[in-house]
């Protein structure tokens, strides 16, 4: 069955120090991978996505995610945390040409001053 | 402003009544969704429509029925509410262009208390 993980429910990081939020998944062909992140009591906002083309895609607030093909990640990443940060992070990921997107289970970012 | 908006915001209501959430978008897609947001966070599809055509139509109740009068609207009804309904409903719309459907725009969702 098509999955997506993300292996961490939270990850705690220090205000200033990188961060990474993990993102693997079980789809088949080329699929098309999006970072999503929601703010307390908001939608969900569209943070990047990769379709093809270079592995590393720059998005919304400093964020970036790289696409490893061969081990299936789009680890969501950010060279400086922000206490702003904080939020619930969704990755996502379209097999080919479907609709219908396979979500992750969310992972809790905690940026601490 | 451009947007998905979702009315209403708050919907608290007794089992076994009868409930609507609306869904309006004016980016121009063609391409709307209703999900439902557990209280884990879980993110469920429930329907989708393009071009006003049912498109996904997931595992839910039959007593949830959507309807899409046109591109730009998709309405969600619920009969005979249960305590489990209780949830956030999102809205979102996505431009489908060559067959392929883009990054979603969601709506600030309902949060519904079923009493």
């Known amino acids: 069955a098509q999955s997506v993980a993300q292996p961490e429910d939270q990850v705690n990081v220090a205000e200033g120090n990188p961060l990474t939020v993990k993102c693997t998944y079980s789809v088949s062909g080329n699929p098309y991978l999006f970072w999503y992140v929601q703010y307390p009591n908001r939608g969900l906002q569209f943070l990047l996505k990769?379709?093809?083309?270079d592995n590393l895609v720059k998005g919304s607030y400093g964020f970036e995610a790289e696409f490893n093909k061969s081990q299936t990640s789009f680890h969501l990443k950010k060279p400086s945390a922000l206490v702003s940060d904080s939020a619930l992070y969704f990755c996502a990921v379209r097999p080919d040409s479907n609709y219908q997107l396979i979500w992750g289970a969310g992972t809790k970012l905690i940026i601490k001053p | 402003d451009t947007a998905v908006s979702q009315t209403p915001k708050y919907l608290v209501t007794q089992m076994g009544n009868d409930k609507s959430i609306k869904c309006e978008q004016n980016?121009?897609?063609?391409?709307m969704y209703w999900y439902k947001q557990d209280s884990k966070k879980f993110l469920k599809i429930m329907f989708s429509?393009?071009?006003?055509?049912?498109?996904i139509n997931e595992t839910v109740p039959n007593r949830f029925s959507p309807k899409s009068p046109d591109k730009a609207h998709l309405n969600l009804h619920i009969n005979s509410l249960e305590l489990g309904d209780s949830a956030v409903y999102f809205c979102a719309s996505s431009l489908r262009t060559s067959g392929v459907s883009y990054e979603q725009y969601f709506g600030p969702g309902t949060r519904l208390t079923v009493t």
């Open positions: 980016l121009g897609h063609d391409t």
């Open positions: 429509y393009n071009n006003k055509e049912l498109i």
């Open positions: 990769y379709i093809t083309g």
